[in-house]
């Protein structure tokens, strides 16, 4: 049976609200991470760094012709990025019930943010340079240590809904009655934020080392699909702690009404830098010590078994 006009039409606007989507994620992720950059510096007594200075240089190194990386590496940098922007494209960040919302599942979501960290290690270790290399290895066993905390992620995620796709779960969220769902999933928000984001200390140092002999359209998309990651689990930590502030379609309707959706994308942008500002004050004030990777590790793990156990205790209670 073919399907009518009425659903045609309602395909074709959901797919302008999700390329609406993805050009807001593309746009603000350098500008989220100059954020984070900009407000390290200044409480950390460095200086006044420039918010848009990710811009600049992910544009600056798009003009240039770089050298080109060898073997398998040549094809690292497109391949994070495109992994990257398949993780954004999953996450929401003004709506739920969008084309393709059927595949946003935590585990996958996860599974692609991971891999859009570990391709680049990959790539930094296959042309052998000493100071790339050994930046690729200890990225690697603190990556390693940390993804300990997914699977308690997707479990909580499991008990909530019965699944884990991420628009079931926020729907779940914003019944009136969760149960003990609403406060679970603001404990799985820190636990993300602690393990996935690569944003401990000396990260942005190792970072730069492991694209020390790439330049030009690669380094550009390595800096960029790193941005989008950092954005993707900001997002979707704040859609797990807030999704009020997402729009939701109507009862018999495919997608959202049309004026909910500037108060959706104006709920992101105020959730984004109010994630923002509480990772700068964490970052500076609990894990500012070079042994912060072993204390992300401990607090995300608790934070994540905190919320099974508070979601164990509401199934009890029910």
């Known amino acids: 049976m073919m399907p009518s006009w009425g659903v045609i039409a309602a395909w074709m606007v959901g797919c302008v609200l999700s390329v609406a989507h993805m050009v807001l994620m593309v ?63 999953l996450v929401p960040s003004l709506a739920l019930g969008l084309p393709g919302s059927g595949l946003a599942d935590l585990l996958l979501v996860s599974g692609l943010l991971v891999l859009a960290r570990l391709l680049p290690l990959l790539g930094a270790l296959e042309p052998g340079g000493a100071r790339a290399g050994l930046a690729a290895a200890g990225d690697a066993a603190a990556l390693a240590a940390m993804q300990a905390v997914f699977p308690l992620a997707v479990a909580a995620a499991v008990m909530a809904t019965g699944h884990g796709g991420i628009d079931a779960l926020l729907t779940r969220l914003r019944d009136p009655d969760p149960g003990g769902g609403r406060v679970s999933s603001m404990l799985l928000a820190v636990a993300i934020l602690l393990a996935g984001p690569d944003l401990g200390p000396g990260d942005e140092a190792r970072a730069a080392d492991r694209m020390v002999d790439l330049g030009g359209r690669g380094r550009a998309a390595l800096e960029l699909a790193r941005d989008l990651a950092l954005l993707a689990w900001i997002t979707l930590a704040g859609d797990l702690a807030w999704p009020g502030g997402l729009a939701v379609p109507r009862a018999g309707d495919l997608l959202p009404a049309a004026g909910s959706l500037p108060g959706a994308v104006a709920a992101w942008l105020a959730r984004t830098v109010a994630i923002c500002a509480g990772i700068v004050a964490a970052r500076v004030v609990v894990m500012g010590a070079a042994r912060g990777v072993r204390g992300r590790l401990v607090l995300a793990l608790l934070f994540a078994t905190l919320a099974v156990v508070v979601l164990f205790a509401g199934q009890e209670v029910a």
Do not use: D, F, K
């Open 27 to 89: 746009a603000c992720a350098p500008v989220a991470r100059g954020l984070l950059v900009a407000g390290m510096a200044r409480l950390g007594g460095a200086g006044r760094v420039p918010v848009l200075a990710r811009w600049r240089l992910i544009l600056s190194c798009a003009r240039r012709h770089g050298v080109r990386a060898a073997g398998g590496a040549e094809i690292v940098p497109a391949l994070a990025l495109a992994v990257a922007l398949a993780a954004c494209a």
